[in-house]
């Protein structure tokens, strides 16, 4: 389909990006693999959203499940979200929490935190995604934050939601966002051809989870990710085969900040990380500690010999 201009001109409508996940240890090496398609070096943000890990389904007998020892944050919200199984949470807030399938866990970093993650003995099949919201500059040092949320599933015209952040299709989740954003997990009927309403001025990230889903005029396959550019009032779905598909879509408008990241912080520049690392290292009070927990901290990796710079995104189409 293409859409003509009052000069008579004809442009193709915009289709979506794919993002290619890439395979790495959550946790270090003999931790279980996850599939990462943000940051990347093409993209770093979606919106707010700066990270997107997928894993799963893995039978926890076989890959052993998830075990992440007390680690640190800085400048970012973490958001959990699992589709089966069950993780511990514990932080230095002194949260004591479960995450479990169709349920919003958010942390808030602020200027630092520090948490532990770990699959339930409970937990046979592990499966679920681990994301990332940069936290603007202004409230990049705020207070520590634990929000815990159950959406409520929605039924549209041939498809399931749960919106855990923001707004859609009539859903809207009541947990605050120091930025706007959108974060909902789909389910569509096989063949299911749905058309959302979303804001025009957010850029969207479409995860398949399972199944092969066309965004906006491409396909994804599973574990990939979709892109498009803000402009769109519609967002264009079509489940292109005979059994349910999953996805994940994100949204927000465009960050407007370069960021620093590396390892588990977020800052603007290679100071504001070299001084994170160091209050870890040193068990500072910024982080706390983490109750609980059987065993010791991750340590920090080593700064890199070259100085960190902030990461870009290609340039967003004007609207």
């Keep these: 389909m293409s ?59 076989a890959a052993g499940g998830m075990d992440v020892a007390p680690h640190p944050h800085t400048g970012l919200q973490t958001v959990s979200w699992l589709f089966s199984g069950e993780i511990e949470h514990r932080d230095t807030l002194g949260t004591h929490a479960l995450v479990r399938p169709g349920e919003l866990n958010l942390m808030t970093s602020g200027h630092g935190i520090a948490h532990s993650e770990v699959s339930t003995p409970a937990t046979t099949v592990l499966h679920g995604v681990q994301l990332w919201v940069a936290l603007p500059d202004r409230d ?10 159950v959406p409520e599933h929605v039924r549209i015209d041939g498809a399931g ?19 706007p954003l959108l974060g909902a997990e789909l389910v569509l009927d096989p063949h299911a051809r749905l058309a959302l ?27 990939e990710l979709g892109y498009l550019a803000p402009g769109a009032a519609t967002l264009a779905l079509t489940n292109d085969t005979d059994a349910p ?10 960050f407007g900040e370069e960021i620093v990241m590396w390892w588990n912080f977020v800052g603007r520049t290679h100071e504001d990380i070299a001084e994170a690392r160091a209050a870890w290292e040193a068990a500072s009070d910024r982080f706390g500690h983490v109750e609980g927990y059987p ?14 710079t902030p990461r870009k995104n290609p340039p967003t189409p004007s609207l």
């Design 295 to 308: 065993g010791e901290r991750l340590p920090a990796p080593a700064l890199p010999h070259a100085t960190l």
């Design 3 to 61: 859409v003509a201009d009052p000069a008579g001109a004809e442009h193709a409508a915009p289709r979506a990006e794919i993002v290619t996940a890439r395979e790495v240890p959550l946790g270090g090496p003999r931790a279980m693999r996850v599939r990462r398609t943000l940051p990347q070096r093409a993209r770093t943000l979606i919106g707010a959203w700066c990270f997107v890990d997928h894993y799963g389904p893995d039978d926890v007998a």
């Design 161 to 179: 939601l749960r919106v855990f952040l923001g707004s859609l299709a009539g859903a809207t989740s009541p947990v605050p966002t120091y930025t």
């Design 245 to 254: 598909a999953r996805v994940v879509l994100l949204g927000g408008p465009p």
């Design 140 to 149: 990049r040092h705020t207070a520590r934050g634990f929000r815990h949320h």
């Design 197 to 223: 309403d979303v804001d025009p001025g957010f850029e969207h990230g479409l995860l398949v989870d399972e199944g092969a889903v066309t965004f906006a005029g491409t396909q994804l396959k599973r574990a």
